[in-house]
């Protein structure tokens, strides 16, 4: 799966079943060549609207990637 992929599926915590943001971006251990963590923007209610920072995303917080959505437990 591309990273492409991963950024047209909206993030969901399984923790109250709220839709975080969608991923923008990844951090690469380049020294290992490994994928640290995925980044999601928050979901925007209005397109000027301000919204809160940044969410970091690690592998062992992925509960489960489905077709439409990635279910996270980010607590």
Same mark, same amino acid.
């Given at each position: 799966?591309?990273?492409?992929?991963?950024?047209? @599926?909206?993030?969901?915590?399984?923790?109250?079943? %709220?839709?975080?943001?969608?991923?923008?971006?990844?951090? *690469?251990? !380049?020294? #290992?060549?490994?994928?640290?963590?995925?980044?999601?923007?928050?979901? @925007?209610?209005?397109?000027?609207?301000?919204?809160? %920072?940044?969410?970091?995303?690690?592998?062992?917080?992925? *509960?489960? !990637?489905? #077709?439409?959505?990635?279910?996270?437990?980010?607590?």
């Amino acid at each position: 799966m591309r990273l492409s992929d991963l950024q047209e @599926k909206d993030i969901i915590s399984t923790q109250d079943g %709220k839709i975080l943001g969608r991923i923008i971006d990844a951090e *690469v251990d !380049i020294n #290992e060549g490994k994928l640290k963590y995925l980044i999601c923007e928050p979901k @925007k209610i209005f397109k000027n609207f301000i919204s809160s %920072k940044e969410i970091t995303i690690y592998f062992n917080q992925i *509960v489960k !990637i489905g #077709e439409d959505v990635i279910l996270v437990d980010i607590s």
